[in-house]
């Protein structure tokens, strides 16, 4: 395929979405110097805070933005925003939500290439992943759209001709806290639902990829949603902390690390509110010597390279049977060598650049602590200049496998959050069952093998919230996302608020499992030259329990 800068005919589309926009031509050329804050349905600068941090496009190092923090004030002037839209927004039927809903989606996937372009420059992912994102967003609209209209409470015979009943209510103002990896997609996971359920909402995004949700915003309004429905404020801790502070805020939806979010439940527990919590993982990807050899490794690189290696649910540690290691391991390094790394608007691109300098260094510090514990690179890990010169202060590193991993060394424990593969061998199942849980984290897993009862099996035994056979990475909407244990709270696929929602003390997970042994997203499919007969059999499951009385559905 002939790479070809994909910016240069999107830019009168992106200058009608984005009229302050200063663009020329494609990656190394985006500016704005529009406000980042989305109040009350316009654009504006924050009332108070004004700290000022700099936005990049990671794929060239240029700033690209100067994004204001929200002080105290602007945060309340959001959360009252909010406040006078939900009363209109949480009179209105589930029909008519569903509308407004609808419309969003439509007028996202009208612009899906646009918001993936805006999501690229500022992320530094490949446009080809960003496009699958939108996608993803606009679907997840159209989900939670469809449920607006059935929600409804019980009716309750009591005795004597009497009954009592159960209404739905949405709780009110929410607080969505994004992550930098999915900016726009995780944006469309929190609103969709608290939406949907007559919520209104304040989202924060992350410092780093602040811009593609105050597009969202935009197309809230235009959708006809009433204006301050939904509110973007920008900033980092201070900002975030304000928000889950504040008093008429009813219930906070956080996706980020488990450090933060431990302090994100602290914070929501002094104010006895509700809270959502969608946190990292180091999740197992398990290939048995009866593989398909082929799949599995595609597999893994789907498991591990995704978006620079920065997913949550990444399967990062490989336990292949030792039978066939050598050759797993062999047919890994060649395939994940061939990974075309470069400017992530180039059609041809599969990795991207990763969000930024500090992030860049910390992964490399992995690798080096890696090394130093005995760990082998068979490949990559080393920071990686793209030609384009203008592509020089990227922040660009070389997709790395690592061998010779044990299960105490901290490229196994930790999350890295980049593009690293750690490698482990194991002999037998009970074995690598009991490897794969022992782990802080449980938020997906992988099983790849031609023996449906073992993949079954082994998917049953593993602590994770969401897991995989014969397949990987894949989200469908309708599925819960969720972790165990340090990853967050069980999910479900029709939640209150985000992707997640009240529970109990069971555990509903999700399942996708794939007989054929190959990824279900179809355009994922030749570019990581995924072959074969695609067929998907999806198997969810995701049991519904009373919690909130107002989100659950
Ligand atoms: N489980 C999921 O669905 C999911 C999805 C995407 C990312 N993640 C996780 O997110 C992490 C990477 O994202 P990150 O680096 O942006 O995480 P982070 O925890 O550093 O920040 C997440 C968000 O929280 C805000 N924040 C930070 N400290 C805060 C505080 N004290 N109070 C309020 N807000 C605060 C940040 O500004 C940001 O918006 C990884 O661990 C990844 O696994 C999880
Ligand atoms: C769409 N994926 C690949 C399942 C990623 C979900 C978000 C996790 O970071």
């Excluded at 009433?226 to 008429?248: E, I, M, S, Y």
């Amino acid at each position: 395929m002939v790479p070809r800068p994909l910016l240069q005919p999107l830019v009168p589309r992106l200058r009608r979405l984005l009229p302050g926009l200063a663009m020329s031509s494609a990656t190394g050329s985006f500016s704005l110097q529009q406000p980042l804050n989305y109040r009350g349905g316009a654009r504006l600068q924050p009332a108070d805070g004004g700290q000022v941090e700099e936005v990049y496009e990671p794929a060239t190092g240029r700033v690209i933005a100067k994004l204001l923090c929200s002080g105290e004030k602007e945060v309340d002037l959001a959360v009252q925003s909010a406040k006078a839209a939900f009363k209109v927004w949480s009179q209105m039927s589930g029909m008519e939500r569903c509308r407004v809903l609808l419309e969003a989606a439509r007028i996202i996937r009208e612009q899906r290439d646009e918001i993936a372009t805006l999501e690229t420059i500022n992320n530094g992912k490949s446009i080809f992943e960003a496009r699958a994102d939108i996608d993803v967003s606009w679907q997840c609209l159209e989900y939670y759209a469809g449920l607006a209209g059935s929600l409804a409470g019980e009716h309750i015979q009591l005795p004597g001709g009497s009954f009592g009943y159960t209404r739905r209510e949405p709780l009110g103002v929410c607080a969505g806290i994004g992550a930098w990896n999915y900016p726009f997609q995780i944006a469309c996971w929190k609103a969709a639902p608290a939406l949907a359920c007559g919520n209104a909402m304040v989202f924060k995004p992350s410092p780093f990829t602040p811009i593609s949700v105050v597009r969202l915003a935009e197309i809230f309004t235009q959708a006809g949603m009433p204006k301050g429905l939904f509110n973007v404020v920008q900033g980092g801790v201070a900002t975030g902390q304000f928000l889950c502070h504040h008093p008429d805020v009813a219930k906070i939806s956080f996706t980020g690390s488990v450090p933060t979010g431990v302090k994100i439940m602290e914070m929501a527990a002094k104010g006895i509110k509700p809270v959502t919590l969608e946190l990292g993982g180091k999740s197992p990807l398990i290939i048995f010597s009866d593989c398909a050899l082929e799949n599995a490794v595609n597999g893994a690189l789907m498991a591990n390279f995704l978006t620079q290696g920065e997913v949550c649910c990444n399967g990062t540690r490989v336990f292949v049977e030792r039978k066939i290691l050598d050759t797993f391991t062999k047919e890994v390094v060649k395939r994940t060598q061939k990974i075309k790394v470069g400017d992530p608007l180039l059609e041809d691109t599969r990795m991207g650049a990763l969000i930024n300098r500090p992030h860049l260094d910390r992964v490399q510090n992995f690798i080096k602590q890696a090394k130093e514990q005995g760990a082998q690179v068979l490949c990559g890990g080393d920071l990686y200049a793209p030609d384009d010169p203008k592509l020089k202060n990227g922040f660009y590193m070389r997709p790395c496998v690592l061998g010779n991993c044990t299960d105490d060394m901290t490229c196994v424990k930790e999350e890295i959050f980049g593009p690293v593969m750690s490698i482990l061998p194991f002999d037998t199942e009970e074995e690598v069952v009991e490897r794969a849980n022992n782990t802080k984290f449980g938020l997906a897993g992988g099983v790849f093998t031609r023996d449906i009862q073992k993949a079954h099996r082994v998917v049953a035994a593993l602590n994770a919230g969401m897991c995989f056979i014969n397949n990987y990475n894949v989200s469908p909407v309708e599925l819960p996302f969720g972790g165990y244990k340090a990853s967050g709270e069980q999910c479900l696929a029709i939640p209150g608020l985000g992707s997640a929602a009240p529970r109990g003390g069971d555990a509903p997970v999700s399942a996708v499992a794939d007989v054929s042994g190959l990824c279900c997203v179809a355009e994922w499919i030749p570019r990581w030259e995924m072959k074969g007969k695609l067929e998907r059999r999806g198997c969810g499951f995701g049991k519904r329990k009373e919690g909130d009385k107002l989100l659950y559905i």
